[in-house]
């Protein structure tokens, strides 16, 4: 397993969660990691990324202020701090791995994808 996602459940609205997202093998290698989200019916939507050189980060306006995405180099990791949350939060996360130091915020191409852990905000 490349990317091994945790942390889903089943959150209140306003309240908060964390998702962490563990790279093994090649992907600890990679220099990009985000998280893409998808509930039934449509496409896998952007959410956050962050490149591992510069530390930048790249928000979709819809979690703009009320989530932050944090690696650690170290264990190659990547997580998602998700606060204020509301019930279109919900959806499936995955995330995403990527040897291009592009951060690309499509979901056609990434090198890895986890296997998603589920997310569900309650009203």
């Known amino acids: 397993v490349q990317l091994q996602a945790s942390g889903g459940g089943l959150v209140q609205a306003g309240g908060s969660l964390s998702l962490s997202c563990a790279a093994s093998g090649r992907a600890s290698s990679s220099q990009v990691m985000g998280w893409f989200r998808q509930v039934p019916g449509k496409e896998r939507e952007f959410v956050a990324a962050?490149?591992?050189?510069?530390?930048?980060?790249v928000y979709a306006d819809s979690v703009k202020g009320r989530f932050t995405i944090s690696r650690d180099n170290a264990k190659n990791t990547v997580y998602l701090q998700m606060t204020s949350l509301a019930p279109e939060d919900t959806a499936v996360y995955y995330c995403?791995?990527?040897?291009?130091?592009?951060?690309?915020?499509?979901?056609?191409?990434?090198?890895?994808w986890g296997q998603g852990t589920e997310v569900t905000v309650s009203s």
């Open positions: 962050i490149r591992r050189s510069s530390g930048r980060t």
């Open positions: 995403t791995a990527d040897f291009s130091s592009a951060i690309d915020t499509t979901p056609r191409r990434h090198d890895y």
